[in-house]
Structures are given as C-alpha cells and as structure tokens.
C-alpha cells in the first residue's frame, strides 16, 4: 500500500481531507477502500468534533499526513450531530482542503441488500424498513445538502463506484459537477434544499384523462401525453440551453452540485414525467445525475 505519510514536505501545502458520508448499506465500505488504497490515511465512525484537531496533530508530525479520508454517519449516535460544525470548521480552514462525499442508493435497493446481507441497519431494532431508511435520510438531508459531490449506487457495482470515485478524486474531480433532480407536489410543499424550482402546472394534467388517471409519469404512455404537448417540449429545449449557459459559471464560483425541483399539484404525473425527461437528457450531455420522486 502506498504510504500516505509523506516526509520533508512543505508544511504550507493544504492537506486533503475527505468527508466520506451517506445512507448506511449504500457503499460507504466499498468507498472508503479506494480511498485506502490509495494512500489515504482512514479512519471509520471517528466522532466529528475530534476530526479538526485530529488533522492538526498530524500536520505537526514529523512525518506530515498530506491525505486522509474519514467516514462519519448514524453509527455515531449523538456524536453524529456535530458533523455540521465540523464541516463548516474545516471549510474555514486555510491549511485543509475539505471534500464532502455523500454515498446514497433508492430505498428499495437498500432494504433489499440488508435483507440479503442479514445485517442490521443502525437504526433498526429489527430488520430493515423502508421507514427506518426514511428516518435516516431525514438525519442525513443537512449534510447531502452540504456535500460536494453525490453518488447514487443503485444500479452500480462495486467497480463501477470505484470509477465514479476515481474521477472525482484522480482525475480533477474539482471541476466536475453534479446535478440532483426531484420531482414533488405543491401540496406537501416546495423542497427546502432546491437551488431551482420548475412549475409544471402550464402541461395540462393527465389526472384529467380517466386512461391516465391512476398511472404516473413514469408510465410511457403518460410521458407521451404529456410530451405531445408543444409547450412540454419547448419548455425541455428553453431549460437545457439555460442551464448549459449557467453551469460552467456555478463550476467558476465553486459550486459543485445543482439540486433542481420540478412540481405539479400532486408530484404524480406531470412534474415526475419531466424530472425523468431532464435526467435522461443531462445524463446524455454528460452530467452526472441523480434522480428521486418525493411524493410518487
């Protein structure tokens, strides 16, 4: 293994830290490896208000520690909960160059790997619900919010993370950018941690249509409705042309995801149908994208 303590290196130089985070069974194991594997120094469920002065003992070693990597989630119980002041304090840092890597998979993913894993999930008295991963992703929305980058493992293997990670983290994983797609009903209210928020109540509303009614938008033949319509698709042109003008200027100012929300009245049909259009399309272009159904 490489060694990540590097001797005789200039104390001014940032260390790299990386804040590996995200919904428990959704890879962080798996993440955290590659990170080991290459030279990282690790540390698992080390409590977050101890990680700061953590890094500074090391960087007045003598042997300085230019890399390190360290996995915090609900396993830490309360102590879990300062991991928000802890970031924000090595963000202000100017010796450390802070990373937030927020590990996630669907909810049925991961109720089906703990089932098959016999393992229990650090919440759960008994096995694994759908509630109890509902109950962790609340714990967890501040901090996806702050990450610096989002990985959805759903439909990966564990060497296609580890690709995913190495182009983040090897391959100028600064520039690159993110962008979280959701979909959600005007009547449980607007997403807190959107960026940019989408109407969709202009389409008209295949509620209306008694064939589509009970359907979704994730069903073909209510993304046909919807698409037929001339103002649905001039509307996906209008808004990726913009955001093709506005990404490369969010990259510039440091920012390294975008969370985008598309609503309808009740997050059934029309705002799911677009969200599932614009995710295809960006991931087309490029992006890296991430997609979830709040109220489907």
């Known amino acids: ?21 995200g919904l428990s069974g959704a890879g962080k194991t798996n993440a955290i490896d590659w990170f080991e594997d290459r030279g990282y120094y690790c540390v698992d469920n080390m409590p977050p208000s101890l990680i700061s002065d953590f890094i500074s003992l090391a960087m007045t070693s003598k042997r300085r520690m230019t890399q390190a990597a360290f996995v915090v989630d609900v396993r830490g119980g309360e102590f879990f909960d300062d991991l928000k002041m802890s970031i924000e304090e090595l963000k202000a840092r100017d010796d450390v160059d802070c990373k937030i890597l927020f590990i996630e998979a669907s909810d049925r993913t991961l109720v089906k790997r703990y089932s098959e894993t016999r393992r229990n999930h650090p919440l759960a008295k008994g096995s694994t619900t759908k509630d109890v991963i509902l109950e962790e992703k609340e ?35 600064t520039s690159s950018f993110a962008i979280n797609i959701g979909s959600f009903g005007y009547k449980r209210g607007i997403p807190v941690e959107a960026d940019l928020v989408f109407d969709m109540r202009f389409i008209p509303n295949p509620y209306y249509v008694a064939s589509l009614k009970k359907l979704t938008g994730n069903n073909k033949k209510v993304s046909n409705f919807i698409f037929k319509q001339p103002v649905a698709e001039k509307f996906v042109g209008d808004l990726l042309n913009l955001l093709e003008d506005l990404i490369p200027s969010y990259v510039k100012e ?18 799911v149908a677009m969200a599932d259009r614009m995710s295809k399309e960006l991931k087309a272009r490029g992006y890296r994208v991430t997609l979830e159904h709040r109220d489907l």
């Open 1 to 21: 293994m490489t060694d990540n303590l590097t001797a005789g290196k200039d104390t001014s130089e940032k260390m790299e830290v990386v804040i590996l985070t």
């Open 139 to 173: 714990r967890l929305r501040e901090i996806r919010d702050l990450s610096d980058y989002i990985i959805d493992t759903t439909d990966m293997k564990v060497s296609d993370l580890q690709v995913e990670i190495g182009r983040l983290f090897s391959e100028g994983g």
């Open 254 to 271: 440091g920012k390294q995801h975008l969370n985008i929300a598309f609503g309808c009245t009740g997050g059934q049909h029309r705002s």
